[in-house]
């Protein structure tokens, strides 16, 4: 079974641009976060999907990060206008849940954004 | 908030060595608590857990107990193998799923 994907794996911009990242989540799994990591800090929470609804989107840093999950399967997260504090890496996790507990979130190789 | 402070490396140690890297978390209530690594090249993977005061999770030989009293999760592995490299994370997570993560350790392992 293919484990969550994340496209690109690396994207380059300059300050001002549109950049669109991209997840792909286990088969099955209602349930889509994700995270970002800045250089060296901690991995902090950006938001949750449950299927194609926003259950928390209380870490999205700003109206800059738009975030969507049309038909509950892949999510994008675009970044529009970029600014240089955006740098970092993004990842994307899934899991699943049954009758209320969530199980363990599953991680993908994250995508290195750089902003110039 | 719910916060998660792990001690800061790197961390540089010779083949065989004794690991521990602290973790210590901040909440309401009692959050499950995991340690995540990440090799080089790849995405986080949990490498174990407990949900519970004085549960004790266990993976590849690497050990840490949940401790209520001290709000801690430490990590541990008796002896480090190269193949250890990588950077660990701490995380607590509510029911509700989301993770609060630590800062990472880096981990690098000599022959």
């Known amino acids: 079974e293919a484990g969550v994907t994340q496209f690109p794996s690396h994207s380059v911009i300059e300050k001002g641009q549109t950049v669109t990242l991209r997840c792909d989540p286990i088969s099955g799994h209602d349930n889509l976060y994700w995270y970002r990591r800045v250089m060296g800090k901690e991995i902090k929470f950006l938001l949750h999907?449950?299927?194609?609804?926003?259950?928390?989107e209380s870490g999205m840093p700003n109206n800059r990060f738009l975030a969507e999950r049309t038909g509950g399967t892949y999510s994008t997260l675009k970044v529009q206008p970029a600014e240089l504090e955006d740098s970092g890496v993004y990842f994307c996790?899934?899991?699943?849940?049954?009758?209320?507990?969530?199980?363990?979130?599953?991680f993908g190789p994250g995508t290195r954004l750089t902003v110039t | 908030g719910n916060s998660v402070t792990q001690m800061e490396g790197p961390v540089t140690l010779s083949e065989e060595a004794f690991l521990t890297i602290n973790c210590t978390y901040t909440a309401t209530g009692y959050p499950s608590l995991f340690w995540y690594v990440q090799y080089p090249g790849e995405g986080l993977q949990l490498l174990l857990k407990?949900?519970?005061?004085?549960d004790k999770g266990s993976n590849k030989g690497f050990e840490a107990t949940y401790r209520k009293e001290t709000t801690s999760f430490h990590l541990e592995k008796g002896s480090v193998q190269v193949s250890d490299s990588a950077v660990y994370f701490c995380?607590?997570?509510?029911?509700?799923?989301?993770?609060?993560f630590g800062q990472g350790t880096i981990l690098t392992v000599h022959p």
């Open positions: 996790a899934s899991s699943q849940e049954y009758r209320g507990i969530h199980y363990e979130q599953y």
């Open positions: 995380a607590g997570g509510t029911s509700y799923g989301k993770l609060t």
């Open positions: 407990a949900t519970k005061a004085d």
């Open positions: 999907f449950v299927k194609e609804s926003k259950q928390d």
